[in-house]
């Protein structure tokens, strides 16, 4: 060796050293900023959301059916918006664009809901007595414009970040920048449950610290403080944005793809399928990236489903409405195979409005104080206590069940089929035991019951929403094409907006069919003493043990979506 390269050397490997940890942290920077941005939006969206209700009634002096009426609307509509986020987000603007977009609306809602709270002209004047003066049309339409910004701002937030987030743990043959970055798989499991907890944490803080600040000391100050952590998120987002993956939309929108599937398949309906079950007389392309100008993967031929296959059946100079590939065939059966399984995450969302609707109407009917009387359980507090189980069971789910399921299960731990199973047996078991414990009391102690005893119920509900909510993430974010990753995501939230209504339409019909015939009574009666809320959670116990049923063979059917290996391929 020379004496240059001798005194080149040691300094080129410290010049390697530093590069590589320069790219260590751009790989842990990106991700960890998402989850603080989450935290943080988090508490913003759930510093509106949680007191909502109060700020109608107390402040604005709106009508309990107007109020009522107003609120399911709101949260409904925040719900919904994701799906057309997500739609941009895989069509058009990209995940990264989306979430951009979509803090103008965001920041704009909850600059204007701070103003029309400070300003006194925005506002009635402040009332003792009964009944108040309601806010003017000019003072409701500021506050709903405000609020309903806020809501299209973190719909779109809501259906980009997670599949955003993801995605930066995915590397492919076109990276030039892979060094240093973390193991996919296990990284990207931990990121799911460090989400699902950061979601929950920010709900917790925001039910605690804001909703305290709102209603003790200003409603100003609270939506301010909302403010304030949706623009420090925003502005470390951006600041991290040369970490970041990005990942441009394919060009194709989902449901023009679909649709060219469907059409194909009805126009060569009469055509006879190759006899060969692997699909090797189908058509395929040697990378079906070139055709749609995408980032989906290339899959395998699966059974079953077997008359889209004829969409893929070879036509001499077809067009792309009259033959599709294999690969965008198979795309078109990861969708029909997930909607079933989406359906049974409707009715276990529905079961899990139970915590924030019944639980706590069972809460007020019991004794709420502690500690030998010297302090009272907020009955409300209990659903933000639930949070802090919730954290405890992602810790449990993380550091026991998941590393003991890979040494003794299989290597990957529990499937996230699996743990969507567990979490429905989960909620299950939190049905029977709120109905256990509402027995007990009606036969019992009744109003002198503690409210302690509605402990194990929520502890339960939160293991059950900790395996079925991470698990749900990963499922439709995993199963999904590439070109409709957010779009499947936010079926979580959507599955969550129609539980809602779901609940609701159960409570209507329960309360009708169990009244008496001069219309008191039933088991939803207004005095609980005189109810039977025990047996409206045991029919909910009921309901939700179909549920698993449905979903275990819906499980025990599902074929997950299969990568092709590298071969030779069939051309028309």
Not at 91 to 114: D, N, P
Not at 157 to 165: E, I, M
Not at 366 to 392: I, N
Request: charged residues 15%; contains cysteine.
């Amino acid at each position: 060796m020379s004496m240059n390269n001798m005194m080149d050397s040691p300094p080129s490997r410290s010049r390697g050293r530093d590069e590589k940890k320069k790219k260590r942290w751009k790989w842990k920077l990106g991700p960890a900023t998402i989850l603080g941005f989450e935290l943080l939006e988090s508490i913003a969206f759930s510093g509106v959301a949680l007191n909502l209700v109060v700020y109608l009634a107390t402040v604005l002096h709106g009508t309990l059916a107007f109020n009522a009426a107003h609120v399911d609307t709101w949260n409904g509509t925040t719900f919904i918006v994701p799906v057309i986020g997500a739609f941009l987000a895989d069509s058009y603007w990209g995940k990264y664009r989306t979430i951009l977009a979509s803090l103008l609306f965001y920041l704009a809602g909850l600059v204007l809901l701070t103003v029309s709270a400070a300003v006194p002209s925005l506002r009635p004047a402040p009332c003792t007595g009964v009944p108040c003066s309601p806010a003017t049309g000019t003072q409701f339409s500021v506050f709903f414009l405000a609020l309903y910004l806020t809501s299209i701002g973190t719909g779109g937030v809501k259906s980009a970040l997670l599949p955003f987030g993801a995605e930066q743990y995915e590397r492919d043959d076109h990276d030039t920048d892979q060094e240093g970055a973390p193991a996919p798989e296990k990284t990207k499991q931990s990121f799911f449950s460090w989400f699902f907890g950061a979601i929950n944490l920010g709900i917790f803080v925001a039910g605690t610290l804001v909703s305290w600040v709102e209603q003790n000391v200003s409603w100003a100050l609270g939506f301010g403080i909302a403010t304030l952590c949706l623009l420090i998120a925003s502005a470390a987002f951006l600041a991290a944005t040369p970490c970041y993956r990005v990942r441009l939309p394919t060009g194709d929108t989902p449901i023009k793809a679909i649709l060219r599937v469907l059409v194909a398949a009805f126009r060569n309906r009469t055509r006879t399928l190759p006899p060969d079950a692997d699909g090797d007389g189908l058509y395929e392309v040697d990378d079906d990236k070139s055709k749609n100008g995408g980032d989906d993967e290339k899959l395998a031929h699966t059974e079953g489903l077997r008359w889209l296959d004829k969409a893929a059946v070879r036509v001499d100079g077809g067009g792309v409405w009259e033959v599709c590939t294999v690969s965008e065939v198979e795309r078109v059966k990861v969708l029909a195979r997930i909607v079933p399984i989406w359906v049974t995450c409707v009715l276990y969302a529905a079961s899990l409005g139970q915590m924030t609707t019944t639980f706590i109407q069972q809460g007020m009917a019991m004794d709420t104080r502690v500690f030998g009387g010297r302090f009272r359980v907020p009955v409300a507090s209990l659903v933000s206590v639930e949070v802090v189980f919730m954290l405890l069971w992602v810790l449990l789910h993380d550091v026991v069940v998941m590393p003991v399921a890979r040494r003794w299960w299989r290597s990957g731990g529990l499937t996230q089929l699996q743990r969507m199973g567990v979490g429905r047996v989960l909620v299950v078991v939190a049905m029977a035991t709120a109905a256990l414990v509402e027995r007990r009391r009606l036969r019992g102690e009744k109003r002198s019951m503690s409210i302690l005893w509605q402990v194990p119920q929520f502890v339960v509900l939160a293991g059950s929403d900790v395996f079925s909510g991470i698990a749900q993430l990963e499922f439709f974010y995993g199963e999904a094409p590439g070109s409709m990753r957010s779009i499947c995501s936010a079926f979580s939230f959507l599955a969550l907006s129609l539980g809602f209504y779901v609940n609701s339409l159960v409570v209507t019909i329960v309360a009708a069919v169990t009244k008496r015939s001069d219309g008191s009574g039933g088991w939803l009666a207004p005095d609980l003493d005189t109810a039977h809320l025990d047996y409206y959670f045991w029919l909910w116990a009921l309901i939700s043990l179909a549920n698993l049923a449905l979903y275990l063979l819906l499980a025990a059917r599902y074929k997950s979506k299969k990568p092709s290996p590298p071969h030779s391929s069939s051309h028309p």
